[in-house]
């Protein structure tokens, strides 16, 4: 398996990028800017595609990886992976904070945004991984690294050219601090 440990911005770039980031020591430190948010239609009717999204190309099967930290306490911050298309076919996964609880989450755009979430501790850190094998994506997260749980499998596309990466959120509160290392994309 090739692996791309964060390589230069010439390779990776952000779509939506954050007011104040840094990257150091392999890890991506950012505030998430208020106001943010990747979300189509379901129950507001409202299109929101101005998330931050730390991105690079890939193609075909692909695991992508990341552990993740931030300091959630808005209505809906979030912090995860995505694997994106384009505006309208999308699928982000991370940590969500929901009613003062952080929930594993994961939603899936096909033109409407769906959500599904399940309970989790609220942990420091978790580790998220977002895999493709053929039209299947799936998605994990773990509390030690080494133990994953599954928490959703979805059809999303059969586009074989994707943008894979980071991303956060903070559609309801002021912004949050959140770290990202172990960043990687492997294709087989």
Known sequence: MATQPDPPTATRQWKNEPGQWSRQAGAIQLQVDAGTD???KTHDGGIRENGHFYFQSTEGDFTAQVKISGQYCGQYDQAGLMARVDQATWLKCGVEY???SQLASAVVTRDWSDWSVRPIPDPQTTWWKLQRHEQTFHVSYSLDGDK???VRQAF??????LQVGI???????????ATFSEFTVENP
């Not at 999303?156 to 050219?161: V, Y």
């Not at 991303?167 to 601090?177: E, N």
């Open 148 to 150: 994953f749980h599954v």
């Open 167 to 177: 991303m956060a959120c903070a559609p309801k509160g002021a912004g949050f601090p």
């Open 38 to 40: 990747f979300w189509r």
């Open 98 to 100: 929901v009613d003062q």
């Open 156 to 161: 999303l596309t059969d586009a074989q050219q």
